[in-house]
């Protein structure tokens, strides 16, 4: 099995892709990169069982209706809930009030803030893999599927915070010191420098564990009273169990340190170099 993880920016620069093979006896990270082009995302969506995007699959149908309304002049301010309430409504999706009641994490609004530029350049992917006759469902029952990394690795026991930015690589190195902890038979090899230096890497490589739980039948989906608004909207993709349900069957673990994880990782508690 191959499965994939997209970190999605509004440009190529900043777009992380990493591809991880599934053994008998293990996973081995065998790409990662930055600076992927539409082209190169579609590619790798062709050859993999399930790719997981972190990037909202759509805007939330209060708000379309909303800005359909604002179009022909005809908004009408609800009188049962205050504009706090109504605003927020607009703003989130069904599935990020899900990972907020599940996690304690609120996901970015798609409708109200920049994430919505990086939206559009999803749309137009999916767009291209549906043209292709890759099965794309909004809802994640396709080859691709909505990931959240932070959540993800709050279903772990991970840490989500502190590890986004250039001032925060010791903090990414003890994410993957964690990380590799939790789960010996991920082999990140050659490609761990790059998950210490480049957030965006990282998260490439959770989108693509994500995946596996997804292709694994370990991930939430949207029950049946907003399965067709999940379509509409998009649906993040929430692992059920712990990280160590992904690992191959027959794989026996090993302590940290046992060499499957790379030799520039140091799991000495410090997860620095």
Not at 40 to 61: E, Q, Y
Not at 118 to 138: C, I, S
Not at 221 to 239: K, M, N, Q, S, Y
Request: aromatic share 4%.
């Amino acid at each position: 099995m191959l499965t994939a993880g997209i970190d999605l920016s509004t440009e190529p620069a900043k777009t992380a892709l990493a591809v991880i093979e599934w053994s008998a006896t293990g996973a081995a990270l065998t790409s990662l990169a930055l600076r992927n082009s539409d082209a190169a995302l579609v590619d790798a969506a062709g050859r993999v069982t399930v790719v997981g995007i972190d990037c909202p699959f759509g805007w939330p149908d209060d708000f379309v209706d909303f800005l359909a309304a604002h179009r022909s002049g005809t908004v009408a301010v609800p009188t049962g809930e205050s504009g706090t309430e109504w605003r927020r409504r607009l703003a989130y999706r069904e599935t990020d009030r899900f990972v907020q009641a599940a996690t304690g994490l609120r996901p970015l609004s798609v409708a109200a803030d920049r994430i919505g530029l990086t939206a559009m350049r999803v749309a137009g992917l999916l767009a291209q893999l549906d043209h292709l006759d890759r099965a794309v469902d909004r809802a994640g029952g396709g080859v691709v599927v909505e990931v959240y990394p932070a959540a993800s690795l709050t279903r772990w026991g991970l840490s989500h915070q502190r590890y986004k930015g250039a001032d925060h690589r010791s903090e990414r190195r003890q994410l993957i010191c964690d990380l590799v902890m939790s789960a010996p038979w991920l082999d990140l090899g050659e490609h761990e420098p790059l998950c210490a230096d480049s957030d965006d890497a990282l998260d490439a490589v959770v989108a693509a564990l994500t995946a596996r739980a997804v292709a694994l039948g370990q991930s939430s989906r949207p029950d049946a009273a907003v399965r067709d608004r999940a379509a509409r909207e998009g649906w993040i993709a929430l692992p059920t169990g712990p990280l160590a349900d992904l690992a191959p069957a027959v794989h026996q673990p090993e302590p940290c340190g046992g060499g499957n994880q790379g030799p520039s990782v140091r799991c000495d508690g410090a997860g620095h170099e």
